[in-house]
């Protein structure tokens, strides 16, 4: 009898800890907002986790529990467009998940802008109508809808703007600072078609960009892992491999079945000459292409399957193994249509080494126009298969004058 009185009142006790510390009553009435809610994020934390892990089935059901916590404010759907966002993310081609993406943000702009009007609190409605814009900018640039991606845009910088300055509000509104300096001014750098449209906005500075978005992926709770995301890319974009490495290191151990991580650790590994791990990541993309696992598809195979080429040809000198994993790599490029990608053109470059290796100089031959074929005069593959070809050329004219003499 004793011994259930016991666990009756331990129980009891556990009970009440477990309100003394989380009273979602409480907490509501004690803030104006969900971005410095210390219960929402306690609820929503496995969510988002779940999410970037790429288990969306069991994210989507943490987020419509929050959605019907609070089915008037913009969080719950901006944290369901942004899921659908990142099922695009691993082949930004797929345009399976943009009408629903869409829908989600254009839910959150809706209920941000009630929320922005009934409120006194601006800055929370303004972050979540500049975020949700944001990635609609960003969906519409993908699909080239510069028009649609234009407004998105300056309706994105215009809430920026209500929350530049607020970081001591919350560290998630520096993300939009960070994002706005970097990108304001590496366009126009890599895509002057663009620079008339952007006479319009006022100037970036990258590196105060990369600055105020390393503090975000330190500070920040919901745009931590966005930060993060960015900067994997912007590092390599500046040439800092060694800085992309241990970020998307980081984050797939944080994430392992995320394969866009996945996917730049195993790059950026490679880029470093990090050899060793970069075969183990790349058998184990490969391994999660094969069995269909959620995000892993195509482009993640063509990054893999080359890496494992390349080693086994230069390192291993395993031929036979060496071919079957550069065939791979051009076949998943032709299955994403990029036969113009550094991946398909310099596994083209790798199958047409490996034949003359093996003196079938014709397939070698045929695998080196396929490189003029596709790729750029000032490319590094054009020139090595021109120059192969030429240097075929020559061989062949000196071995008939052998012949004649």
């Known amino acids: 009898m004793n011994k259930v009185l016991l666990t009756v009142w331990l129980f009891g006790m556990a009970v009440l800890a477990h309100a003394q510390l989380y009273d979602p009553s409480a907490f509501d009435k004690k803030y104006d907002g969900l971005l410095k809610h210390p219960g929402v994020q306690i609820e929503s934390a496995e969510a988002i986790n779940l999410m970037y892990n790429y288990k969306f089935y069991e994210a989507d059901k943490e987020f419509r ?5 609070y089915p008037k404010h913009p969080m719950p759907y901006f944290l369901m467009g942004l899921a659908e966002w990142w099922k695009i993310v691993p082949n930004t081609d797929v345009t399976d998940y943009d009408t629903q993406c869409i829908a989600y943000m254009d839910t959150t702009i809706a209920l941000a802008e009630k929320l922005y009007d009934d409120s006194d609190n601006k800055l929370e409605p303004s972050f979540f109508l500049a975020a949700a814009y944001a990635f609609k900018g960003r969906l519409y640039s993908e699909r080239k809808k510069w028009t649609k991606a234009t407004f998105a845009g300056k309706n994105a910088l215009k809430y920026f703007e209500k ?3 607020n970081a001591d509000f919350s560290p998630e509104l520096l993300f939009g600072d960070g994002m706005y300096n970097y990108y304001a001014q590496w366009i126009p750098e890599n895509y002057p078609i663009l620079k008339p449209i ?3 906005f006022p100037k970036g500075n990258k590196l105060n960009g990369i600055k105020e978005l390393e503090k975000t992926a330190n500070s920040a709770f919901y745009t ?5 995301y960015f900067l994997v890319q912007i590092y390599s974009m ?7 490495y241990e970020m998307s290191k980081y984050m797939y151990e944080q994430y392992p079945d995320n394969p866009f991580f996945e996917r730049y650790y195993a790059r950026s590994a490679f880029v470093t000459g990090r050899l060793a791990e970069a075969e183990k990541l790349s058998k184990d993309i490969l391994e ?8 892993y598809e195509e482009v993640s195979g063509r990054t893999a399957a080359y890496i494992l080429a390349y080693v086994n040809h230069l390192f291993y000198k395993n031929l036979p193994e060496a071919r079957v994993n550069y065939q791979k790599a051009v076949d998943f490029a032709k299955q994403t249509n990029s036969t113009n990608s550094g991946y398909y053109l310099s596994s083209v470059v790798g199958l047409a080494k490996i034949a003359n290796e093996e003196k079938n100089y014709d397939l070698a031959q045929t695998y080196f126009k396929e490189v003029l074929d596709k790729a750029e005069r000032k490319s590094s593959q054009y020139k090595e298969a021109k120059k192969a070809l030429d240097d075929a050329k020559k061989s062949r004219r000196e071995e008939r004058r052998k012949r004649r003499d």
Do not use: H, I, P
């Open 198 to 200: 952007l006479m319009f």
């Open 163 to 165: 929350c530049k300055g």
């Open 238 to 244: 500046e040439n800092q491999y060694d800085k992309a």
């Open 224 to 228: 931590r892992v966005e930060a993060r």
């Open 288 to 295: 999660k292409v094969d069995r269909t696992q959620a995000g």
């Open 65 to 69: 529990w929050l959605r019907v916590r």
